[in-house]
Structures are given as C-alpha cells and as structure tokens.
C-alpha cells in the first residue's frame, strides 16, 4: 500500500451531503482507520464532515458501528485532524485530536470525495474520565525509529502537539463548545433530511 500523491488542499465544489470517507494511513503507508460521512461545509478552521451513530468504522483487524455522533474538522493548514464527539461516546470522549500530517482531498468514484491524512501516531484527548491529556507517545517514540521519521518530522509533530494542548486547554476555537455544537446540529439536520427522503 502507499499514501496518495497529488491530493488537493480542499475539496473544491463540495456540497453539504456529499459522501466523504476519511482515510488515515501510517507512515510506512500501512492503512489505518477509514470512517465514513458527509461533508457539511467550511468555515475559517477548515472542512466539517459529520459521521453519524451507526458509521462503520474500520481499520485493519478491526471494525465496528460508532455508537455516537461525531463531527470531524479537517483544518485548512495544520498537522491534525480533529473529531468532536458528543455525549453519547461510550467512553465519555469529548474530542480526540490526530496528530498528522499529508492531509489531503481526492474525488471519489461516482461522487463525494476522500479525505486522507498520515496519522503520527501522537493523540490529543480530552475526555469525560481522564481530562485533557497526550496519549501514545511511547508508539510515536518506537515508531520514529521503526519508519525513520525525520527529524524535523518529530519536532514539528511534537510542537503541534504542545500546541493543541494548549489550545484544547484555554477552550480557544474551534476547541470551544460553541463551534463544533453548531456543526453538530448542522449535521443532524441533514441526517433528518436524508432519513426523511429515504
């Protein structure tokens, strides 16, 4: 397997409904998650995508169906991907940051489009139990030198990292309540439209 090439900075013409599976992959070009959705819209902090409760979630070895809503924030520049959840995740996770890299968007075949990232392995949390945390920095460690990630790599992703916890921390947006809660509704409106036509 391999990353994409040539993917594009946004997904240009995109309308609210489009179907968007979002595909992660490692460093080594391994597949990681894929997660399905619709596109929502933009606005200053990048591309909103919804994924509804019942979204089949899979990556290698593993699948299952999403017990709660989410809405995911591809950002316009900036080494992340960001998944806000709302209360309803079963392991009281608010909001789970991915430190990346690459992202990227391609069209799909007949329509919607793919949204693809390198996920680096690094993990902002913010969660009901734990709080505000960086989770797998020992993975990010081994995998450094497993992949051979480079050394402005790994300054770069760890500084994203400290900047997202600050940023989660001091509730700045898009990390604030407000921002995410309006995409939320957004894309319960279109769910209830979809089921309506359906």
């Known amino acids: 397997m391999s990353v994409p090439e040539g993917l594009l900075p946004h997904p240009e013409g995109a309308v609210p409904g489009d179907l968007v599976a979002a595909r992660a992959w490692k460093y080594d070009g391994g597949a990681h998650w894929v997660v399905p959705g ?14 509804p409760a019942g979204s089949f979630v899979a990556r290698p070895g593993l699948a299952f169906h999403a017990e709660s809503d989410a809405v995911c924030l591809f950002p316009r520049g900036g080494d992340w991907v960001a998944t806000f959840y709302d209360e309803d995740h079963p392991g009281g996770v608010r909001l789970y940051i991915d430190v990346s890299t690459s992202l990227g968007w391609r069209p799909l075949r007949p329509a919607g489009w793919e949204a693809n990232s390198i ?21 990010f460690t081994e ?27 001091a509730r700045r ?15 319960r409106r279109l769910d209830r439209a979809a089921t309506a036509r359906s």
């Open 38 to 51: 619709r596109y929502l819209g933009a606005d200053r902090h990048g591309d909103w995508v919804f994924q």
């Open 143 to 169: 995998h450094a030198g497993r992949y051979g990630y480079p050394e402005e790599l790994v300054r770069r992703m760890r500084a994203s990292a400290e900047s997202l916890l600050d940023d989660v921390g």
């Open 119 to 139: 996920d680096m392995d690094l993990d902002v949390v913010d969660s009901a139990e734990r709080g505000l945390y960086l989770d797998d920095e020992d993975e």
């Open 173 to 187: 947006a898009p990390f604030d309540q407000d921002t995410a809660g309006q995409w939320f509704a957004a894309g």
